[in-house]
């Protein structure tokens, strides 16, 4: 069954360093999404993308945040200047229409220090 | 805003029945949603249900809407191991546009 892969699972990086969180939605899939997860909060919307461009961000997506499909199979979110507060678990998704069933990745867990 | 509010632990032992609740502020809620993740798994979309239907049954998971309240819950029949998971609460306005989680209600099977 086709899925959603996220790399890498876990990431540890210094408060003020870059991070890329990888992602490879479902080959077919249009539309494509992050959420964030911080532990024991609930799971919010920061963006989706839709024919190479952000369809839609919430406003904690601010200027510290940027996503791209490089390459037509992956779909990244980079964090420039990371913040204690971005310590989350970041989630993939992708849907084949817009109002389609999302298909979420695994999730990669980024703890700053 | 939008809100979406769920208990975050539920424990019953295998074979009862669980009723994971939830509610919602957003009045214009349209599409209701109920994911599922299991440890070290993604977001498994479990169920939906339309705003214009006040139940949805499907094998074991039955979902009942209460408009008035704002309240969703899921009730699973003869509750396994395996189903012991975290269970989302999400809500949309327009079924495209986001989704509005609640923190997630953790179920444990007690064997």
């Known amino acids: 069954e086709p899925e959603v892969t996220q790399t890498p699972s876990h990431q540890v990086t210094q408060m003020g360093q870059e991070v890329i969180l990888r992602c490879v939605p479902i080959?077919?899939?249009?539309?494509f999404y992050w959420y964030r997860q911080i532990l024991g909060q609930k799971v919010e919307f920061l963006v989706s993308?839709?024919?190479?461009?952000?369809?839609?961000k919430s406003e904690i997506f601010d200027d510290q945040f940027s996503v791209e499909r490089p390459d037509g199979s992956n779909f990244t979110l980079k964090i420039r200047s990371t913040k204690l507060e971005d310590s989350a678990m970041y989630f993939c998704?992708?849907?084949?229409?817009?109002?389609?069933?999302?298909?979420f990745g695994e999730g990669s867990r980024l703890t700053v220090l | 805003g939008e809100d979406v509010e769920q208990s975050l632990f539920l424990s019953v032992r295998e074979g009862d029945s669980s009723v994971i609740n939830c509610t919602y502020t957003d009045s214009s809620s349209t599409y209701l949603y109920w994911y599922k993740q299991e440890p070290g798994a993604g977001l498994q979309l479990l169920t939906y249900i339309f705003s214009n239907m006040d139940m949805k049954q499907d094998q074991r998971l039955t979902v009942l809407l209460n408009k008035k309240d704002k309240h969703l819950s899921l009730r699973i029949a003869d509750t396994q191991t395996g189903d012991s998971a975290i269970y989302f609460c999400?809500?949309?306005?327009?079924?495209?546009?986001?989704?509005?989680f609640g923190k997630g209600t953790r179920l444990s099977v007690i064997a």
């Open positions: 998704a992708s849907s084949e229409q817009r109002a389609g069933e999302l298909f």
């Open positions: 999400a809500e949309s306005p327009t079924g495209n546009t986001p989704l509005v």
């Open positions: 993308f839709y024919n190479n461009e952000i369809s839609e």
């Open positions: 080959s077919n899939h249009l539309y």
